[in-house]
């Protein structure tokens, strides 16, 4: 679909807000906030749907949201749970997390605010980690009836063990229209269901548009129902960043390209850039990203 000239599309994320916290210090993070950053980024206008603590870590996390240049009018407060925070640990080089879900977003609330905002959004990325609570899950499932038929849905797995339960899962899938995951989750999926193609699989149980496989420094893969296509990856030198984000990075403009009817090639050339160029700096939000179409 394509928007009217000067009509920036609207792509929504929904789910956890969180502060990342590394050996050297607290970076703000959580997938769908990631989303948002690299939406707006990429010349979208990203709308993030979430819940903080009435917190210090609320309070700076609202503020440096918006000298990021994020839309916040869609962020919840909650008087008694804290924002989430994300223990961050690396092992030969990847990112392993530990997440506390005793957390703010975890919490989430239905409202009308909610509703007239996803009756106009053209696109809603989330993940599976908000589908094991019950709130999230309600959530989500009202965020796809509130959307307009024509709307994508874009569901990032996002496996986060202990968080990556079966109905987790089959809650974030059931509401996508298109799903992103890394090989590892692909092959973890394909091992769960019994099933040697996982994105053929997903394809064709869930009714997809599209599925993408990212393959870290090797690239990604996107298959739809007409074909698959592949890219190589973008070589990058990463000695001074790391992976966090990285994926959702890709995830971002994935959702982009697809809103603007690119090719399966455009769409995995500049996808692959972009999570390149994150994967180079530290963080999630690093501020010199943007790649130019």
């Not at 990429?42 to 603590?53: E, I, Q, S």
């Not at 990847?94 to 696109?123: F, G, H, N, V």
């Not at 089959?170 to 973890?188: H, N």
């Not at 690239?219 to 739809?224: A, E, P």
Request: proline share 7%.
């Amino acid at each position: 679909m394509t928007k009217p000239p000067g009509d920036l599309p609207l792509i929504v994320g929904l789910g956890e807000l969180v502060w990342d916290l590394f050996p050297d210090g607290n970076r703000l993070g959580g997938a769908p906030a990631n989303v948002c950053y690299h939406a707006t980024v990429l010349g979208n206008r990203g709308v993030l749907a979430t819940r903080v603590g009435q917190d210090d870590l609320g309070d700076q996390a609202l503020t440096l949201l918006g000298q990021k240049g994020l839309d916040t009018s869609a962020v919840q407060r909650d008087p008694d749970l804290p924002t989430g925070t994300v223990k961050v640990t690396f092992r030969h080089g990847d990112p392993a997390y530990d997440i506390d879900a005793a957390a703010a977003w975890s919490a989430l609330q239905w409202t009308p605010a909610w509703e007239a905002l996803l009756a106009r959004a053209d696109a809603l990325c989330f993940g599976s980690v908000l589908q094991t609570t019950a709130p999230g899950r309600e959530v989500l499932a009202r965020a796809a009836q509130a959307m307009p038929p024509h709307a994508l849905r874009l569901c990032d797995l996002n496996l986060r063990p202990p968080l990556d339960t079966h109905q987790a899962i089959s809650a974030a899938l059931a509401a996508a229209t298109v799903v992103k995951l890394s090989e590892e989750e692909a092959a973890e999926l394909g091992r769960r269901h019994h099933v040697a193609d996982a994105p053929g699989w997903l394809l064709s149980e869930f009714g997809l548009r599209a599925v993408a496989v990212t393959r870290g420094r090797r690239g990604s893969l996107l298959r739809t129902p007409l074909g698959q296509w592949d890219h190589p990856g973008v070589p990058t030198d990463t000695s001074a960043g790391d992976p966090v984000g990285a994926g959702d990075a890709f995830t971002a403009a994935l959702a982009h390209n697809l809103l603007r009817d690119q090719t399966p090639e455009q769409t995995l050339a500049h996808a692959n850039r972009h999570a390149a160029r994150v994967a180079s700096q530290r963080g999630a939000m690093p501020a010199d990203v943007k790649v130019e179409d």
